[in-house]
């Protein structure tokens, strides 16, 4: 085995622009299908989607040997979850809620291995279990993303205070949870909402620090794109399905009136 490399990390160190799923569903086909799709990433949700520890195993399995990280949103900024995923295989770890410079000092200590940070040395399916430990944790602690969520009003306005944390690389806005906490709840970017990204972005910036984000169709990921987000997420397996598959029984329906739900 040689010493652990993060595909991600390599295509944004490039300067490419990267696209990624969300991925809220147990089956690792998600996975694959995700890699033969060309897909650069996936985030296994475990604070909001029907995944556990199973599962991320199953899709970090379902990655190897590709070209596609496999990221794993975590329920909370806990070092049992954070230490767990990233033993489990995760290349990165998205840390939800965040509200200060502190939690992200915090996330950032649990996913390093000492003198750097307080994870614990396991011998799991990163480290080939306990075979190739000395090749993992070689390059671990530099290539192991660990990615803030700017997802609160107390994030957006410590975000100068977030991105100068030494150590801080990547963030990842999410507009929906930031619109719901400055008071739009249900409104996919509210009111003063797009202002509070464009600070977000430009203190990313000047503290070069790379964004990711959620985009809703292409017209979105494009201008999001355009902004200067660097890794993007197209969308939510299930969603995705759910629409495509609304969308084909529409069009079903148009083309066959007749055989349309009846009311009851």
């Not at 200067?228 to 148009?254: C, K, Q, T, V, Y």
Request: proline residues 3%; contains cysteine.
């Amino acid at each position: 085995m040689k010493s652990y490399k993060n595909p991600l990390r390599r295509k944004l160190a490039e300067g490419r622009t990267t696209f990624g799923l969300w991925v809220t569903l147990a089956t690792a086909t998600m996975t694959e299908l995700a890699i033969e799709a060309g897909l650069d990433w996936v985030c296994i949700d475990m604070e909001h989607g029907a995944t556990d520890y199973r599962d991320v195993v199953e899709h970090a399995r379902a990655a190897r040997g590709s070209d596609l990280a496999v990221l794993v949103r975590v329920p909370s900024i806990a070092i049992d979850s954070i230490k767990r995923c990233l033993d489990l295989g995760a290349d990165g770890i998205v840390v939800p809620l965040v509200r200060s410079a502190r939690d992200v000092e915090a996330a950032l200590d649990f996913a390093r291995y000492p003198m750097a940070g307080k994870r614990g040395l396991g011998g799991e399916r990163a480290q080939r279990w306990g075979l190739r430990v000395a090749d993992y944790i070689a390059t671990a602690n530099e290539e192991i993303m660990v990615i803030p969520m700017i997802e609160t009003a107390e994030a957006a306005a410590a975000i100068d205070e977030i991105c100068a944390v030494s150590g801080l690389e990547f963030a990842f806005v999410g507009p929906g949870d930031l619109s719901a906490s400055l008071g739009h709840i249900g409104a996919w970017e509210g009111p003063g909402v797009s202002d509070k990204i464009r600070q977000i972005v430009e203190s990313a910036r000047t503290a070069n620090v790379t964004l990711g984000t959620y985009g809703v169709g292409p017209d979105d990921v494009r201008s999001r794109s355009e902004q200067g987000f660097r890794f993007l997420a197209i969308g939510s397996d299930a969603a995705m399905l759910a629409n495509r598959i609304g969308n084909e029984l529409d069009a079903i329906h148009n083309l066959m009136p007749a055989l349309g739900r009846k009311i009851a």
